[in-house]
């Protein structure tokens, strides 16, 4: 069954470096979101893209974040310049198509850690 | 804006038993979708159950059922004779029904234990 991916699965990094998470949408999905998770806390939205264009943002996704879908396969989520409460789980999540009936499948996260 | 609750953070359930987790939300919208999600200690958020809110009937998959009460703004998870494989975090989510965006609105969660 396809599902989505995410690397690297954990990522440690230095307060004010820049990293970027990577996901692989499942491939025939057009919709991709990410989200995140602060330790015990509730899943909360960041973004969603569509089309090579952000859909909608919440006002977590500030000027520090952007994302991108280099190629026809990869959605990426770059944090500028990452402060210790951007310590979280992120969860990459793609939909197949414009209907509202549809479901969001979820990958696997990737756990940042900032220092 | 949408809101979800979970006001239960912690169930216990012991192995073969019923156990009903509680979720209320927060809409003007008529017509909307809402999901329970499962997320076992890997972290994964997995798909359980999924309601539509124009549809009467209660959706079901295999031993999930929901007990939807538009009026009430009510939809609970209840989960038949449990497993050790059940114990997970589960979070309730809201969605509107729009074509473009369809974030999830997801309540606080409630940790499940099950009990051998």
């Known amino acids: 069954e396809p599902e989505v991916t995410q690397t690297p699965s954990h990522q440690v990094t230095q307060m004010g470096q820049e990293v970027i998470l990577r996901c692989v949408p499942i491939s025939n999905h057009l919709y991709f979101y990410w989200y995140r998770q602060i330790l015990g806390q509730k899943v909360e939205f960041l973004v969603s893209?569509?089309?090579?264009?952000?859909?909608?943002k919440s006002e977590i996704f500030d000027d520090q974040f952007s994302v991108e879908r280099p190629d026809g396969s990869n959605f990426t989520l770059k944090i500028r310049s990452t402060k210790l409460e951007d310590s979280a789980m992120y969860f990459c999540?793609?939909?197949?198509?414009?209907?509202?009936?549809?479901?969001?499948?979820f990958g696997p996260g990737t756990r940042l850690t900032v220092l | 804006a949408q809101t979800v609750t979970q006001s239960q953070p912690e169930m216990s359930v012991q192995e073969a038993e019923t156990v009903t987790l509680s979720c209320t939300y927060d809409t003007s919208e008529s017509d909307y979708y809402l999901f329970w999600y499962k997320q076992p200690p890997s972290r994964q958020m997995i798909l359980v159950i999924r309601q539509e809110a124009y549809k009467q009937q209660n959706a079901t998959e295999n031993r999930f059922s929901v007990n939807f009460q538009k009026a009430a703004k009510s939809f609970s998870l209840k989960i038949s004779d449990s497993q050790l494989g059940d114990a997970a975090m589960y979070f309730c989510?809201?969605?509107?029904?729009?074509?473009?965006?369809?974030?999830?609105?997801f309540g606080a969660g409630t940790i499940l234990r099950v009990k051998s």
């Open positions: 989510a809201y969605r509107r029904l729009m074509e473009y965006g369809n974030k999830l609105v």
């Open positions: 999540a793609s939909k197949p198509g414009l209907g509202g009936a549809d479901t969001q499948y």
């Open positions: 893209f569509y089309n090579n264009e952000i859909s909608e």
